[in-house]
């Protein structure tokens, strides 16, 4: 906050044309949609299944949103739509209370030292954590208590969140992860029509006309990312440490970045996966997969993992909306040319981020997922993998994050939240508090448990014989 009030602060835009007093509501705006993002993606997954009309009476604001989201296929398109307003919001948060590149960095009579200033305020470092503990984490364990709780707040998550989400993904410009799913499926003979016809995409011309769409969309921001990445027209090689960057190092290191957030969403997405399967089966024919997955459930290890993951993917949204957003304002772009687009276009979508948010959304981070939801044996049985899990345990464990915890207890009792008044958690598991840790303690689920351990046997079997 002292950043944005005393103008030391890198917007989109030239922050002498607008008052303080604006960043900061824009900084608070976003703040709140991505907490709300957060933990409605919580309660919506743990509602599948449910029927809405067992709480119309109860929880009438859940009802509302549970009866549009969980109709036919919405659950799947309100996960595309939020994954890219997430991503987004996290890119404008990054650009409104990410710091300028100052030698030293003065709150009052304060004076920070270079190292101090350029590690912690202009490189971010405590912006991940006022996203992460404050922003995403909280709203995500009181979710994860409290389903239909959280869902029936007087927060309007109907029309700030389920309409936006569905919206956004209607537009098309994330299909193409629709598009690698079905090749994947079609690749490994996958017979997606045995799955639930009532959750079905309707694959019609308009479908496939927004997948087109889609992809091309990715190629075009890819292009204009790496083309400024590599020219140094982006914020990737302005600033301290990052001004001696050569743009083809530049590209490489923003590689690693979209690499490490790509690995962190398919971690995630597998290790869900393979919760309720019996994954001793893997140690001889997928040895890592089988430590990675011995490593994730022992003990607290998951909830450890999950709150390490998300400070590790907001490090990397941080890093990816600094090095894939142009710099500059008002569209001047810095030397390199704008391919003749206008400063309209080099505003609105180069250095707003909006170009490399739809880059990352598409290739790190909804592809990792959809692979992983379909391969989750093979995404994890790497070093990668077993590395990225260890780096988010050893995140949790340092504590740096950990401020959600008293937060997300403070917003239960400032909204008085009661338990759920039905079993509305995760089919097959059981939630339960210790220590101010919601811990998930899975048990049987045959008929889902058989089939999904099948699929892991049979995947496993495969890769045995393409070594073999």
């Not at 030397?335 to 959304?361: I, Y």
Request: charged share 15%; hydrophobic share 50%.
């Amino acid at each position: 906050m002292t950043g944005i009030v005393t103008r030391v602060n890198n917007p989109p835009w030239n922050a002498e044309h607008l008052h303080w007093l604006v960043d900061v509501l824009l900084f608070w705006i976003m703040l709140f949609w991505i907490a709300m993002l957060e933990g409605c993606q919580i309660s919506i997954v743990g509602l599948q299944g449910h029927d809405p009309e067992t709480f119309k009476e109860t929880h009438p604001r859940a009802y509302k949103s549970c009866k549009l989201v969980l109709a036919g296929a919405n659950v799947e398109r309100f996960l595309v739509g939020r994954q890219f307003l997430l991503l987004f919001n996290g890119f404008l948060v990054s650009r409104i209370g990410g710091g300028q590149n100052l030698q030293n960095f003065a709150m009052g009579g304060w004076l920070w030292d270079p190292f101090p200033t350029q590690f912690l305020f202009s490189n971010g470092v405590l912006l991940m954590v006022v996203i992460v503990a404050l922003g995403q984490l909280p709203t995500q364990l009181v979710a994860a208590d409290k389903l239909l709780g959280f869902f029936n707040l007087p927060l309007g998550h109907y029309y700030l969140v389920v309409l936006p989400c569905l919206a956004v993904e209607f537009l098309g410009l994330t299909h193409s992860s629709y598009l690698l799913k079905d090749l994947l499926c079609a690749i490994c003979k996958i017979d997606q029509s045995a799955a639930d016809p009532a959750k079905a995409m309707k694959k019609d011309v308009w479908y496939y006309a927004r997948c087109v769409l889609s992809v091309c969309i990715v190629i075009l921001s890819g292009t204009f990312v790496i083309k400024g990445i590599a020219l140094g027209q982006t914020n990737a090689t302005e600033g301290p440490g990052w001004d001696e960057l050569p743009g083809a190092a530049a590209v490489v290191v923003s590689l690693l970045f979209m690499f490490m957030l790509a690995c962190a969403e398919g971690l995630q997405v597998s290790l869900v996966s393979l919760t309720r399967t019996r994954w001793s089966s893997l140690e001889k024919s997928s040895p890592l997969a089988y430590r990675t997955c011995r490593l994730a459930f022992r003990g607290s290890h998951m909830n450890a993992f999950l709150v390490g993951r998300q400070f590790l993917t907001a490090m990397n949204m941080v890093l990816l909306a600094r090095v894939t957003s142009y710099a500059g304002t008002e569209g001047a772009l810095l030397p390199g040319g704008d391919w003749g687009f206008g400063q309209g276009f080099n505003a609105a979508l180069l250095q707003t981020g909006f170009m490399g948010a739809l880059l990352v959304v598409n290739v790190a981070q909804l592809a990792s997922q959809v692979t992983a939801s379909i391969f989750p044996v093979a995404v994890i049985n790497n070093h990668f993998m077993n590395w990225t899990l260890r780096l988010t345990l050893l995140i949790e464990f340092t504590g740096i994050v950990n401020a959600c915890w008293p937060l997300a207890k403070l917003m239960e009792r400032a909204f008085r939240m009661a338990p759920d008044p039905i079993n509305c958690h995760l089919d097959g598991a059981k939630q339960s508090s210790t220590s101010g840790k919601i811990v998930i303690q899975w048990t049987p689920n045959t008929a889902v448990e058989a089939a999904v351990e099948r699929a892991v046997v049979e995947e496993a079997a495969v890769e045995r014989a393409a070594v073999e």
